[in-house]
């Protein structure tokens, strides 16, 4: 018998080169006041953002420009909410990477409470948001997190104490995503790997997943079919717009699906490593993504043979290596090979190269979580992955 599942709600979703256009006409439906939230500077400076506030003029939108540089914190977010007190928005809109629209979710979601936004986070906070909000639009600019189809916001505090932890709520998924392929496109070749990665990772956690169902199975495998077919293409060509296309297209997918299935052993360390180390997110998932699933796969072969995962990892063989016809290890082995080979050509860096110290790998051995990996993973073989890219 088929199991049980539930399918989290979704934006309303516009996709296509060209679609940022509309926004203003999308923000003219909530009111004409918002709060912008934007990255450091790239996106504010640009040509594209210049554009884009003449049209805001032309349509009446006034708007108070939040920046978050990096991942937000509960400072950055604390600190902005006395915006949303002092004024009245009518909405909040993020252009940005997943960090900006974490931070645009967040400043929505706490702009009606006194309280810090760390007395909502799951696993470090005691009270249970209600809630309520102010609307909000996402804009992503990266092919990444996939966060404009999310119901959590990541906030961070980065060091010997620190955290990534989520505010959560089936309310904070964005009213709508606005997905344009076209604001990828200067992204630069780092950050379209790194964020190439982070979305690759998610597709396969998701469909690894033991909390998987047949909607977010066939999702993902779209999802991985457009990595397949863009993510080498885009990096080394930033002004191929078929290939944006594709990663963006992936990335809003992996969202969906990390939102229903859940993510594996992967994201725990994105969780542990992050909290401690400035090291951006795509890039702890790029640099361990082939060491994790090498040592999945063997302990699913060494306590769990008939596990549908191999059959999952094998139908990835096909997929990535354009080859059928052959049996199910061979599948599985060049699917293997094929990651680390990508880890090498997009030139991710090994833990040590990042700044993580030996001395810590056993804690965060300890510490990282993976329980929606197809194989529950101990601290043993956890130390192990970690070994392997230091």
């Known amino acids: 018998m088929m199991n049980s599942f539930q399918f989290s709600s979704l934006p309303r979703i516009y996709f296509g080169g060209g679609e940022a ?16 939230v934007t990255g450091g500077s790239s996106f504010i400076k640009s040509p594209r953002a210049a554009s884009l506030m003449q049209k805001f003029s032309e349509e009446g939108i ?48 706490m702009a009606g409470r006194e309280e810090s936004v760390i007395e909502y986070l799951e696993g470090v906070g005691t009270k249970e948001h209600p809630g309520t909000k102010i609307p909000f639009i996402a804009v992503p600019t990266t092919s990444g997190t996939g966060s404009e189809a999310t119901k959590n916001a990541v906030i961070s505090r980065v060091g010997p104490n620190g955290f990534k932890r989520s505010l959560r709520h089936e309310n904070f998924v964005p009213d709508i ?20 990665m982070d979305c690759f990772t998610q597709l396969m956690e998701a469909y690894l997943s033991v909390k998987s169902n047949p909607f977010t199975d066939a999702l993902a495998l779209e999802g991985l079919k457009a990595v397949k077919e863009s993510l080498h293409r885009v990096v080394n060509d930033g002004s191929d717009t078929e290939a944006r296309s594709g990663m963006s297209l992936a990335a809003l997918i992996s969202g969906i699906c990390l939102a229903n299935a859940g993510l594996g052993v992967v994201h725990g360390f994105a969780s542990s490593l992050g909290a401690r180390y400035s090291i951006p997110h795509g890039v702890i998932c790029g640099t361990l993504m082939a060491a994790s699933n090498e040592i ?95």
């Open 177 to 196: 995503a606005l997905v344009d392929p076209e604001l990828t496109s200067t992204c630069p070749p780092s950050i379209t790997a790194a964020s190439g």
């Open 62 to 109: 006034s708007y108070r420009n939040v920046r978050i540089a990096g991942e937000p914190s509960q400072e950055d977010i604390d600190r902005n909410v006395q915006l949303l007190r002092a004024e009245k928005f009518d909405c909040v809109v993020g252009i940005g990477g997943g960090s900006v629209i974490d931070a645009g979710k967040a400043l929505s979601a």
């Open 21 to 36: 256009g509309r926004l203003p006409s999308l923000i003219k439906k909530y009111g004409s006041h918002i709060l912008l």
């Open 296 to 390: 999945t796969v063997r302990e699913l072969r060494r306590s769990d043979s008939g596990n549908t995962a191999l059959k999952k990892y094998a139908l990835l063989g096909e997929i990535f290596l354009y080859e059928k016809n052959r049996n199910e290890s061979w599948l599985v082995d060049g699917f293997l090979e094929y990651l680390r080979k990508l880890t090498d050509e997009l030139h991710l860096p090994l833990l040590s190269e990042a700044g993580v110290s030996e001395s810590d790998l056993k804690a965060f051995a300890e510490i990282t979580d993976c329980k929606n990996n197809p194989i529950k993973l101990g601290s043993g073989e956890i130390s192990e992955i970690l070994e392997m890219r230091f």
